[in-house]
């Protein structure tokens, strides 16, 4: 898989992981022997890519409406479950 689509797969892994908006700056352009992507991209808290640059320097705006943030959590909420299963030492609350 190309850096660009993995980098893509992670951000919005981790928005859902996290149940948070993120954001990744990314270099484009090629220095020495070095190649940057690019790809500059900002995920919502349900992984929806809500702005992404292309392979150029660029500057972008997106608007974030925390809202979404208990919208996924109340549609999704695995956290809590998480913190059950600690609660019930199913899971070694280490681990979490």
């Known amino acids: 898989m190309p850096n660009a689509e993995?980098?893509?797969?992670?951000?919005?892994?981790?928005?859902?992981?996290?149940?948070?908006?993120?954001?990744?700056?990314?270099r484009s352009g090629v220095e020495d022997t070095l190649h940057y992507c690019g790809n500059s991209i900002a995920a919502g808290p349900d992984g929806e890519v809500i702005g992404r640059l292309g392979l150029t320097a660029g500057t972008m705006i997106v608007d974030i409406d925390l809202a979404r943030i208990d919208e996924s959590r109340t549609h999704q909420n695995y956290l809590k479950d998480l913190r059950a299963l600690k609660d019930t030492h199913v899971v070694n609350g280490a681990d979490l």
């Open 6 to 26: 993995r980098q893509v797969l992670q951000i919005r892994a981790c928005a859902i992981d996290n149940q948070c908006f993120v954001a990744c700056i990314n």
